[in-house]
C-alpha cells in the first residue's frame, strides 16, 4: 500500500491501533487517541509503536503492512516499526 494523503495515514492510523487496543493498558490507548486527535499523527505513530513493542503486542501482516505504509508517508525511519512483535 502507498499512501499518498494525510487523512488517508490518519485513518489507515485509526484503524490499526483499533485492531489491537484490547491487548494496551487503556490509559496508553487514551493517550494515543488525545495525540491523533490533536493532530500529532508523527509522535503518535512513533508512542503507538513504542506500546506495542513494550507490552509485546503481536501484530499481524496487514497491521504491519499498514502501519509501514503510515510510517513511510510520515518520513519516519524503519526502525521504528520494522521490528513489531509478531
Not at 2 to 19: F, H, M, N, S
Not at 22 to 33: K, Q
Not at 64 to 82: F, H, K, N, P, T
Amino acid at each position: 500500500m502507498k499512501i499518498d494523503d494525510r487523512e488517508v495515514a490518519v485513518g489507515v492510523l485509526r484503524a490499526a491501533i483499533l485492531a489491537v487496543a484490547d491487548s494496551l493498558p487503556r490509559n496508553d490507548v487514551e493517550s494515543i487517541w488525545g495525540l491523533i486527535d490533536a493532530g500529532e499523527p508523527r509522535v503518535d505513530f512513533e508512542n503507538f509503536c513504542t506500546q506495542l513493542d513494550e507490552y509485546e503486542v503481536s501484530t499481524n501482516e496487514t497491521t504491519r503492512s499498514d502501519l509501514a505504509a503510515v510510517g513511510d508517508y510520515l518520513g519516519i525511519e524503519e526502525r521504528i516499526w520494522q521490528d513489531l512483535p509478531r
